[in-house]
């Protein structure tokens, strides 16, 4: 378990899926996501997935142990690892993600050997891609309508672009502690 001023980043419990289906239920919050909002059912397995993976983590308020966000960041080959995050409607532009994914990633390069982090966004998705310029991701690319998650209603691909975002452990290590929010 991680702790920050205002969070606890832990593993999943499959106890957790209330909490998780309050924000995965949302259309909103899944917008950008390969998947629609989830039904109760759906969430509870989605949530039993996550407790049996060491890739998802559980964003939790200290103060109330309420869920409110999770972070994937999964160990690829050659020591680069993929990032990725979801939060709760009610809790976003708070700093909570920001405050989350920076404690995960000092783990990560400090504790994990990272070597390089990587993650992906819709560039409609602004929130998004914003979090990971504060946090000095680079932006590497700008694929053109390279991956779809859902059709119309003829069943033909609503194709969409993707922003590609890198950063590397001596890029971390760099930036200035007083810079962290935690």
Not at 68 to 96: D, R, S, T
């Amino acid at each position: 378990m991680l702790k920050t001023d205002r969070l606890m980043i832990r593993r999943f419990d499959v106890n957790d899926w209330e909490d998780v289906y309050d924000y995965l239920s949302d259309e909103e919050v899944v917008r950008y996501e390969p998947y629609p909002p989830l039904k109760a059912e759906e969430c509870r397995q989605y949530v039993d997935d996550y407790a049996a993976s060491k890739n998802f983590w559980a964003v939790c308020l200290k103060d109330t142990g309420l869920v409110i966000g999770q972070v994937y960041l999964a160990e690829g080959q050659q020591q680069n690892w993929e990032l990725g995050y979801v939060f709760h409607k009610k809790h976003q532009h708070l700093g909570y993600a920001t405050e989350a994914v920076k404690a995960l990633l000092d783990y990560v390069f400090s504790q994990c050997g990272a070597y390089r982090i990587t993650a992906s966004c819709n560039p409609e998705n602004a929130p998004s891609w914003q979090l990971l310029n504060r946090l000095g991701f680079r932006r590497e690319g700008h694929l053109i309508k390279n991956v779809y998650f859902h059709t119309d209603v003829h069943k033909n691909p609503l194709w969409q672009d993707t922003y590609q975002y890198g950063l590397l452990a001596e890029e971390w290590g760099m930036q200035a502690s007083s810079d962290r929010l935690y």
